[in-house]
């Protein structure tokens, strides 16, 4: 028996050895020590066990899912048999070599290895850690490196899941007690910890506990020489360094020293290891401590000087990668503040200039220049933000002073105190990341993500709250009259009882106010048809039809006949309200798309063209009138209200020469205010009279004055020139570099009474003082540059976006740069192909028609990026270190001594409300139509907050009808609590254009329901050109929960009217809130739903337990299929905390409106369905505030009991539920707060930002295209590398 043994044995180690001469070059290098197996690896007494001993004996001799006749099953079902008998050393590693042979030749072999269910990897790791036999441990080794070499990070992941990580762990702390250790295991041993690491969240905690970083280090100072060990051991220091205590006390070993021992000047040899260095010391360098030894040490000049010697040498280009490692480890040591000073000392800033210069005619540079961008960017010396305080240039006494908040904060604030910069730009001159450091690195993404969601179910269900008593409710009784009226005084259509039948007459197609449709032919003529037979054009456009939801036309019909087949008292109850009319379904299939404004009532046309020849009188001062900002005529007397500056221009002819041509002016005059039916110039001019103001404008912009006309032409969203971003850093970098050729002199200034415009024909003029203006001061830097400066809202110190200003004094074909510098949110979809609305007065008076804004030419860039203005704490909520956010764009004018307007979004003022409201009120038919415009409150500054009820009239005074019409349910609708978000503004005028409309449509609509609008929620902030906050300095849909009386009157008057009808049992069918969404594209919507708040917490448990009616989702659905801007994908029904106080959570929640939203419209444009790609405009917004009318209607379908058979689809919302893309995250900062998730798109521009990811300037995307040499990076270096 011993003979027969001996003789197996003997055929196994030939067997092994021939293994091994088969095998690949690497292969043989791994398994070249012959009969190894003497020097065994033991386990430490103590350690966790491994795979093998977490197996259930049953799991054990199960090969699960592996192919039967397959080869490696009967090897790996013998290894498994040897791990029982340690003493088969010879047999293991025959078995293992033939197993290696196998996985380098057959991806079949790897994929049944690492298939989902298979035993195979926890055989090799169990033989991994009970093996003593060092061949035997090198094959296994050698496998592993081909199972996840080959096979992405999914492998990677199967083997940490098995405990991999662990055991190979503890094998390099066995391994590295053999003295000297044994190389070529060690190599494996960190090769394989180096490409599994990074996918073990806990893998740099498990390599501290197991005194792994010493081991590895101590590797490396002792192998300098040995680039073959070096070179592993480092790319595994670069793993452990990706946890901050593991990188402190790797620094406090010598780690950063020992790098700079590596790394040297230009050099062709040992190219690799220095890469690997690099991107190692960059990694360490993130920890503060880390970076400041550095400084202490002078690396940061070495730094520089060792990548201009690169720069120089590497003409070729071979060393991009190393010359990128230098950058990144520049840009680690600069987080801190000592980093940028030292690097500003060292001359880093005119260093990378000229190197970043001298690499743009190279494209496969491009990382090189985005890097030193980001770094000149974020070394650039903080400056202060030329303004005497950050609080409003107006100021308005408020009533009551809050007790606490950011108001309360401001009033204590003493005078003496600079609130516009801090002393320090940031605090990290105290190092406490050792001793603050958390382990739950696993926890870290889940925590943030659902950190914001509401998980309390007790809170989450709707507990309608009274919150007023029913007495001092009763003080909202005289707005709701149709509750009460009897209508004996109104002139009916018949005061005769008539039976509830529809006569089924249709008064021709529906017309929606739509963006469907382009028109053709000359638009001015079309235009001028539709003034004389606005009916006829209608008629031509009534054939085009669009389907209900897959309803079949044939299928509807169906379904009247049997309704009109039912028994007669019980036709008596299918009245015109249910819109189950044959006549009234084939109309609803029959929506109209066209460009024409909704019709309105016959003769309003003429009252228009009588309206324009206001301009006759205004246009025509003399030409001495000086060129500024009092010029103009009086319109009207006592308080003084002007036009601008066009007095002064005249119209340009072809020769440049301004003249005053009455006809030329004449013809414009009657051309441009043709489209807008609702428009007035003289009414807006009456309204704009008794309009309050805090800083009492006195002056009327001409885009309000003429009135807005779409454009004839869709508008794209703006496509992005390559390298617009770093051009435009570069220009502000060298401002530093060149300082002489900066004029820095203001030129605008609201903060100095006493400031005059400068004289000079070259210098712009600019000007904002009128209603919804903002722009604060203007700086010019160079001739053709000026920073801009927005105001902040009042009795407020943030909230600087929205901006609308006037320009003049320009000359034709000059490109100017604007920056307006300090916008502080921290993305902005300006970088994502949004574009700010421009108006030419002189275009639009040559045209004919011309629209009023544009967002297309003559803008040739738009670019968002922080800049080097510093935030202080006061404004940052206590946060530290924070910049502002610069937008820039060039413009060329065409026109020389134009008068040029500028917007975030098309400007829609408090007073063209007031005009749209009594246009509407003079020109509806009070036969048809109820219609009523109360005063819900007065605001701050005594303006009025227009209440509007819409309805149909009862059809008689006979009881039945006024029974029937006061029980219709109620929608209640309000917009514009933002003052920055114009666009809700725009969605509304479409909502209440529809609702006026004489279509039978809108009749049905009105006849289904009541409607409660409060059209503007904060009048006072649109009028005075705030952002976000009313007087009250705050956010008036933070105050929901608890509103002052006092300091938000229109949200306690507008909570006060849903409390009364909850408190009388009419309870609105639907809420809806418009808002605009600056980070996101389309039209959205936000719901409310505990199933889906608690699906996102991942309490699967608990959400299966909730019952919940899915109606919520029922009105998006609708909308998604019938309005062509919104997308259901990007709804969200999740309920968060930093919410609770918003209408939408408050009025679910308190006064039980189980259909209560938020209806987000983007502010640039949409990525899906029919408007892809195309900005957002105001016919499309329009169009969405009709739709959503259509959608009220269908939804009145869907709920009623005499319910259609539609497709189950369309009703079946729990197969869908959670279909939502948005996802949910924690609390935005504090001046970041604001109704929207994360942006889908976002990009880190921070210059504080520590994060791990290096994620490059954002024309890296789709714009960079990698070089050969960088294509041989691994996965997670290139998505370390460039952005996703």
Known sequence: MRAGSAASSAAAAAAAAAAAASA??????????????????????????????????????????????????????????????????????????????????????????TAKGSTGMEILLSTLENTKDLQTTLNILSILVELVSAGGGRRVSFLVTKGGSQILLQLLMNASKESPPHEDLMVQIHSILAKIGPKDKKFGVKARINGALNITLNLVKQNLQNHRLVLPCLQLLRVYSANSVNSVSLGKNGVVELMFKIIGPFSKKNSSLIKVALDTLAALLKSKTNARRAVDRGYVQVLLTIYVDWHRHDNRHRNMLIRKGILQSLKSVTNIKLGRKAFIDANGMKILYNTSQECLAVRTLDPLVNTSSLIMRKCFPKNRLPLPTIKS???????????????????????????????????????????????NEDDLDQNFKNDDIETDINKLKPQQEPGRTIEDLKMYEHLFPELV?????????????????????VRGP??????????????????????????SSKEDEGEKKLTFMGLAKEDTKDN???????????NRTISSVHGLNNDIVKALDRITLQNIPSQTAPGFTAEVKKDCSLPLTVLTCAKACPHMATCGNVLFEGRTVQLGKLCCTGVETEDDEDTESNSSIEQASVEVPDGPTLHDPDLY?????????????????????????????????????????????????????????????????????????????????????????NLRKVIQIRKNEYDLILNSDINSNHYHQWFYFEVSGMRPGVAYRFNII?????????????????????????????PTWLKRAPFSDIVFYPNHFSRSSVAAGGQKGKSYYTITFTVSFPHKDDVCYFAYHYPYTYSTLQMHLQKLESAHNPQQIYFRKDVLCETLSGNSCPLVTITAMPESNYYEHICHFRNRPYVFLSARVHPGETNASWVMKGTLEYLMSNNPTAQSLRESYIFKIVPMLNPDGVINGNHRCSLSGEDLNRQWQSPNPDLHPTIYHAKGLLQYLAAVKRLPLVYCDYHGHSRKKNVFMYGCSIKETVWH????????????????????????????????????????????????????REIGVQRSYTMESTLCGCDQGKYKGLQIGTRELEEMGAKFCVGLLRLKRLTSPLEYNLPSSLLDFENDLIESSCKVTSPTTYVLDEDEPRFLEEVDYSAESNDELDIELAENVGDYEPSAQEEVLSDSELSRTYLP
């Open 24 to 113: 690949s070059p690497a292969t043989r290098v791994c398994m070249k020590t012959p009969g190894g197996g003497r020097r065994g690896i033991r386990r430490a007494p103590g350690a966790e066990p491994g795979a093998a001993a977490l197996r259930s004996p049953r799991q054990r001799p199960i090969l699960s899912r592996l192919t039967n006749n397959s080869r490696i099953v009967g090897l790996l079902a013998q290894l498994e048999k040897i791990n029982a008998e340690p003493s088969e050393s010879d047999t293991a590693r025959y078995v293992t070599s033939k197993i290696l042979h196998l996985a380098q030749s057959q991806e079949k072999t790897r994929r049944e290895m």
């Open 393 to 439: 240039s107006f100021h308005f006494q408020l009533p009551v002073i809050p007790v606490t908040g950011p108001v309360a904060q401001l009033y204590s604030l003493p005078p003496e105190v600079d609130d516009v910069v801090d002393e320090s730009d940031d605090n990290d001159d105290i190092d406490v990341e050792a001793e603050n450091e958390t382990e």
């Open 485 to 505: 009226d009897d209508f004996q005084d109104y002139d009916l259509i018949s005061k005769e009882p008539k039976p509830f039948v529809f006569e089924g007459k």
């Open 510 to 535: 529906i017309v929606v106010p739509t963006a469907g449709e382009e028109t053709s032919g000359n638009p001015g003529n079309l235009r001028k048809v539709v003034m004389k037979e606005n009916i």
């Open 560 to 570: 009247d006949r049997t309704l009109q087949q039912q028994p007669g008292d019980q």
């Open 685 to 773: 001019i009456e309204i704009v009279k008794n309009t309050k103001s805090v800083p009492e404008y006195s002056e009327v912009a001409y885009p309000d004055y003429f009135g807005h006309v779409p454009p004839p032409f869709k508008e794209p969203i703006l496509e992005r020139p390559y390298g617009v971003q770093r051009t435009k850093i570069a220009q502000d970098i060298e401002r530093l570099i060149h300082q002489s050729d900066i004029i820095d002199r203001v030129v605008y200034d609201l903060d100095n009474p006493n400031y005059t415009i400068p004289e000079e024909g070259d210098i712009l003029k600019f000007n904002s003082k009128f209603e919804s203006g």
């Open 822 to 850: 300090n916008c502080e949110k921290s993305n902005s979809q300006f970088n994502y192909g949004m574009q700010t609305t421009h108006d030419s007065v002189q275009e639009a008076l040559n045209a004919d028609p011309w």
């Open 1097 to 1148: 917490t991942n309490d699967n448990a608990t959400s299966c337990d909730v019952v919940e009616d899915t109606g919520y989702r029922t009105l998006p659905k609708i909308l998604s299929h019938i309005a062509p801007a919104f997308c259901m994908s990007s709804c969200s029904f999740v309920v968060e905390k930093s919410k609770e106080s918003t209408a939408r959570v408050v009025v679910w």
